[in-house]
């Protein structure tokens, strides 16, 4: 991965742990004209402690990174976050495309 950009970042009710949706851009060669460009590869939810440096992460399976530009995050407690894809649809509102449910505690 070349670099990311932060989508989303979010803390528990109670502020002991932290979240941030990234999506990753990987650098690729167009064969065409043998540029190089950065492409959207993947989206992680990296997590960790409040105040501590987000090392951990885990891959969000099963989405199209480029067409993705809104997440919402809502925590159920302090250890179970539920993290929403937006898209969207044709009249311009944004709906739940995909979600995940993690407990921090048993990643």
Known sequence: MIHSVSLTTSTSPEQQNIVEVKKMYKQTTD????????????????????????NQYKELQGIQPSMIHDVNVHWKSEQHVIINIMKTNHQHKNKVYKRFNYNLSEM
């Open 31 to 54: 064969y065409f004209d043998y540029e190089q460009k950065q492409k959207a590869d993947s989206l992680r939810m990296y997590y960790g402690q409040s105040g501590s440096t987000l």
